[in-house]
């Protein structure tokens, strides 16, 4: 069947339904295709529903458990990144266990892009500025410089600006946000897994 617009739907045959088609309508035709092929594919890269409630239904049963630095087990407490790890394990993702080792994997993505399940991360000391000693033409000077960044914390994004993560502060696994004090001014980005 063909829709001509004099006559409404008729009965014409596939191929000469084809051969009226204008190359601008192929054209049109092959790039939704396309469009469709790469939506399908990045939705690929996303992490199933199912995934995500069971990544943050793992972690949440561990809130109040106690710090425990070097820790990756519930028996014994947990630090950041065994705190993260640990609940990504017990889904079947295995990434590694230091929070600048899990900050290699992912994807990069922006704060505004956040959502359930994606790994937030924060540099200890942003932006410090450090004294160094440098030899300058045979003499030893000193020098101030800008010391780069480094992860040195992990957490799990729940959703509505709050992360799950291993407070060492406070001694216990607990929910914060992001936008506290502390935590806005440590924030260093996000991965997706």
Same mark, same amino acid.
């Given at each position: &069947?063909? /829709?001509? =617009?004099?006559?409404? /739907? $008729?009965?014409?045959?596939?191929? $000469? $339904?084809? =051969?009226?088609?204008?190359?601008?309508?192929?054209?049109?035709?092959?790039?939704?295709?396309? +469009?469709? +092929? &790469?939506?399908?594919?990045? /939705?690929?890269?996303?992490? *199933?529903? *199912?995934?995500?409630?069971?990544?943050?239904?793992?972690?949440?049963? +561990?809130?109040?458990?106690?710090?425990?630095?070097?820790?990756?087990?519930?028996?014994?407490? !947990?630090?950041?990144?065994?705190? #993260? *790890?640990?609940?990504?394990?017990?889904?079947?993702?295995?990434?590694?266990?230091?929070?600048?080792?899990?900050?290699?994997?992912?994807? =990069?993505?922006?704060? *505004?892009?956040?959502?359930?399940?994606?790994?937030?991360?924060?540099?200890?000391?942003?932006?410090?500025? #450090?004294?160094?000693?440098?030899?300058?033409?045979?003499?030893?000077?000193?020098?101030?410089?800008?010391?780069?960044?480094? #992860?040195?914390?992990?957490?799990?994004?729940?959703?509505?600006?709050? !992360?799950?993560?291993?407070?060492?502060?406070?001694?216990?696994?607990?929910?914060?946000?992001?936008?506290?004090?502390?935590?806005?001014?440590?924030?260093?980005?996000?991965?997706?897994?």
């Amino acid at each position: &069947m063909a /829709w001509n =617009k004099n006559r409404g /739907w $008729s009965a014409a045959s596939h191929d $000469s $339904s084809l =051969k009226s088609q204008t190359p601008k309508t192929i054209l049109a035709g092959t790039i939704f295709l396309a +469009l469709i +092929l &790469m939506a399908s594919s990045s /939705w690929a890269n996303t992490p *199933s529903t *199912s995934k995500v409630k069971s990544i943050l239904s793992t972690a949440q049963g +561990l809130l109040g458990l106690p710090y425990r630095s070097g820790g990756n087990r519930p028996e014994i407490g !947990f630090d950041c990144s065994g705190f #993260v *790890s640990f609940v990504l394990g017990q889904n079947g993702i295995d990434l590694g266990r230091s929070s600048p080792e899990l900050f290699k994997h992912g994807r =990069k993505i922006s704060r *505004s892009e956040l959502h359930p399940g994606d790994l937030v991360f924060f540099a200890g000391h942003p932006g410090r500025k #450090v004294k160094i000693k440098v030899k300058v033409k045979g003499k030893i000077k000193s020098k101030i410089v800008a010391k780069a960044a480094r #992860v040195s914390h992990v957490g799990i994004y729940i959703g509505n600006g709050e !992360f799950i993560h291993a407070a060492s502060g406070n001694r216990r696994i607990q929910v914060n946000e992001l936008r506290e004090q502390y935590w806005a001014r440590h924030y260093f980005g996000a991965r997706r897994i």
